[in-house]
């Protein structure tokens, strides 16, 4: 059985920085392919960043420069770095991880199978 454990939201002005945390038991993080989807109020869960197996990474545009995804194999946790958050980040950010290839790609929520329970995030201006 797979599970992803978030951490490390909460409020933080415009500019600063949080960092999200994904334990995740059941799944060898660098065997997979990890990512981080969020889902702002009133809107669909949206693609924020994948890791891949091979350690490659991916970003939608409009956190690029800003976000860094990466993993810590001996810990088997994801982290998403956020810096200059900005107050259109706040929403609810949700570790996922793939069991394998599926059909979707890696920017579709159908890609994966396994969700964290979420860890809200809310930047104030």
């Known amino acids: 059985q797979v599970q992803l454990v978030e951490s490390g939201g909460g409020l933080v002005q415009a500019g600063g920085s949080l960092r999200l945390s994904c334990v995740v038991s059941g799944r060898t993080v660098s065997r997979s392919t990890m990512g981080w989807f969020r889902q702002p109020p009133g809107i669909e869960r949206e693609f924020v960043a994948a890791i891949f197996s091979n350690g490659l990474t991916d970003y939608r545009d409009s956190v690029k420069g800003r976000f860094t995804i990466s993993r810590d194999n001996a810990k088997n946790t994801v982290y998403l770095q956020m810096n200059n958050l900005k107050p259109e980040d706040t929403a609810v950010y949700y570790c996922?991880?793939?069991?394998?290839?599926?059909?979707?790609?890696?920017?579709?929520?159908?890609?994966?199978?396994?969700w964290g329970q979420g860890t809200q995030v809310t930047v104030s201006s």
């Open positions: 996922v991880s793939a069991s394998g290839y599926n059909g979707y790609a890696y920017y579709q929520p159908r890609m994966y199978t396994d």
